[in-house]
């Protein structure tokens, strides 16, 4: 038993990555524990277990006097076993556990193994992953058996063993896939500046060279479109926009809302929000269906961005012009009680009789005016010539 111990610990080494030290330790503290109760030693008393690492001999110590049991070898064989069994489970939970949390943010492929409340459960080979139904994309549909890559979103530690938690939604799964396909962005060369996507509809992804000589967005596009393809494929159809990153706002906007052409763009950089004006036909293509493309355009850049047709904005423009001419005139108009005699009382009469302005009152007759209770001839006279000087100072201006 003692050679064929070193021989089974060897190769569990080789097979599981577990260290034969670790084993060793796991062995000598369980026979330890063994030892206590068959020979029935006070708590107070030291026990020390030996395992030869050259021999594999077991040997057990109650304080300086060495265990001479013959329980001793069956119990320590038993014990071996079952320690090995513990230890190689547990070693291959935290060997997975190191290996998937060192692949965080990487694409990692299996196949689909079974469908669990809408969860897709991958076989991993060493482990299984699940893709849970809120990191799925609604348009895409797998079968078990079927080949599937997915991003890893997260690694949890639980008692029954690593959980690796798959996406095929998150926004860097199509960074990845980019840095998979072109090796100008593997490399650094091509940088991904910014992401924003809606899983099986759209995605708009903005580059930027460091390098003069290489442009970005042929780059991740590839020779006819091959590179660019083969993502789209990966993604079951999935439509992605390549968007030239630029410092200058303005540029960077009309770059992210292609492929509408915008006429005007007016910033309020302190709010991050910006009003873009265009033309009437290039209205619908520039919000998109839903409004999507906007919608992605916003999170790509960061910044709120409103549309509006250049025909509305005319209209909104005028609107302003009026509402000002209005304001205007309402300024203009001269109170009833700065004509001469025409107190509050009798500025109330005039308008019950409906000359509500001095323009009215320019218009009227002087018999209707004296028609007024308390307003007399004389003093009718005066208020008339009044009111049609100052209407005709008003038309001069």
């Given at each position: 038993?003692?050679?064929?111990?070193?021989?089974?610990?060897?190769?569990?080494?080789?097979?599981?990555?577990?260290?034969?030290?670790?084993?060793?330790?796991?062995?000598?503290?369980?026979?330890?524990?063994?030892?206590?109760?068959?020979?029935?030693?006070?708590?107070?008393?030291?026990?020390?277990?030996?395992?030869?690492k050259t021999t594999g001999k077991i040997r057990a110590f109650v304080g300086k006097e060495e265990v001479k049991s013959k329980d001793?070898?069956?119990?320590?064989?038993?014990?071996?076993?079952?320690?090995?069994?513990?230890?190689?489970?547990?070693?291959?939970?935290?060997?997975?556990?190191?290996?998937?949390?060192?692949?965080?943010?990487?694409?990692?492929?299996?196949?689909?193994?079974?469908?669990?409340?809408?969860?897709?459960?991958?076989?991993?080979?060493?482990?299984?992953?699940?893709?849970?139904?809120?990191?799925?994309?609604?348009?895409?549909?797998?079968?078990?058996?079927?080949?599937?890559?997915?991003?890893?979103?997260?690694?949890?530690?639980?008692?029954?063993?690593?959980?690796?938690?798959?996406?095929?939604?998150?926004?860097?799964?199509?960074?990845?896939?980019?840095?998979?396909?072109?090796?100008?962005?593997?490399?650094?060369?091509?940088?991904?500046?910014?992401?924003?996507?809606?899983?099986?509809?759209?995605?708009?992804?903005?580059?930027?060279?460091?390098?003069?000589?290489?442009?970005?967005?042929?780059?991740?596009?590839?020779?006819?479109?091959?590179?660019?393809?083969?993502?789209?494929?990966?993604?079951?159809?999935?439509?992605?926009?390549?968007?030239?990153?630029?410092?200058?706002?303005?540029?960077?906007?009309?770059?992210?809302?292609?492929?509408?052409?915008?006429?005007?763009?007016?910033?309020?950089?302190?709010?991050?929000?910006?009003?873009?004006?265009?033309?009437?036909?290039?209205?619908?293509?520039?919000?998109?269906?839903?409004?999507?493309?906007?919608?992605?355009?916003?999170?790509?850049?960061?910044?709120?961005?409103?549309?509006?047709?250049?025909?509305?904005?005319?209209?909104?423009?005028?609107?302003?012009?009026?509402?000002?001419k209005k304001e205007e005139l309402k300024e203009e108009e001269i109170s009833l009680t700065q004509l001469t005699g025409v107190g509050?009382?009798?500025?109330?009469?005039?308008?019950?009789?409906?000359?509500?302005?001095?323009?009215?009152?320019?218009?009227?007759?002087?018999?209707?005016?004296t028609q007024i209770k308390g307003l007399g001839k004389k003093k009718a006279e005066i208020i008339l010539d009044e009111a049609k000087?100052?209407?005709?100072?008003?038309?001069?201006?």
């Amino acid at each position: 038993m003692n050679s064929e111990l070193l021989a089974i610990l060897e190769q569990i080494e080789r097979d599981k990555g577990i260290k034969k030290e670790i084993l060793i330790q796991a062995v000598e503290s369980a026979l330890g524990s063994a030892v206590r109760k068959i020979c029935l030693v006070k708590p107070d008393e030291e026990i020390r277990v030996e395992l030869d690492k050259t021999t594999g001999k077991i040997r057990a110590f109650v304080g300086k006097e060495e265990v001479k049991s013959k329980d001793f070898g069956r119990i320590a064989a038993q014990t071996a076993k079952q320690v090995i069994i513990q230890k190689i489970r547990e070693a291959e939970k935290d060997v997975i556990y190191t290996e998937f949390q060192g692949r965080l943010g990487e694409i990692v492929s299996g196949g689909v193994y079974r469908f669990d409340k809408g969860n897709i459960i991958v076989d991993l080979g060493k482990t299984e992953g699940f893709i849970p139904k809120s990191e799925q994309s609604s348009k895409e549909e797998f079968h078990q058996g079927e080949r599937i890559r997915a991003y890893v979103l997260e690694v949890k530690k639980e008692a029954k063993g690593p959980q690796i938690v798959l996406s095929r939604s998150h926004p860097n799964m199509v960074k990845r896939l980019f840095e998979l396909e072109v090796p100008e962005v593997y490399e650094g060369i091509v940088e991904i500046k910014s992401i924003s996507r809606e899983a099986g509809e759209r995605t708009k992804i903005a580059v930027h060279s460091k390098d003069e000589r290489v442009d970005c967005v042929g780059a991740c596009v590839g020779m006819r479109g091959s590179r660019v393809k083969s993502i789209v494929s990966e993604l079951h159809g999935e439509k992605i926009d390549i968007v030239r990153f630029s410092e200058d706002i303005r540029e960077y906007i009309s770059a992210a809302l292609s492929p509408a052409k915008i006429s005007e763009i007016k910033l309020d950089k302190a709010n991050q929000k910006a009003q873009i004006i265009v033309e009437d036909d290039q209205l619908s293509l520039a919000i998109g269906r839903h409004g999507q493309n906007v919608r992605l355009a916003s999170r790509l850049i960061g910044w709120e961005l409103n549309i509006r047709s250049k025909s509305k904005e005319t209209e909104k423009v005028e609107e302003k012009k009026e509402e000002v001419k209005k304001e205007e005139l309402k300024e203009e108009e001269i109170s009833l009680t700065q004509l001469t005699g025409v107190g509050k009382k009798l500025a109330e009469s005039l308008k019950k009789a409906g000359f509500d302005s001095v323009e009215k009152i320019a218009q009227a007759k002087l018999e209707d005016l004296t028609q007024i209770k308390g307003l007399g001839k004389k003093k009718a006279e005066i208020i008339l010539d009044e009111a049609k000087g100052f209407s005709e100072e008003k038309k001069k201006k």
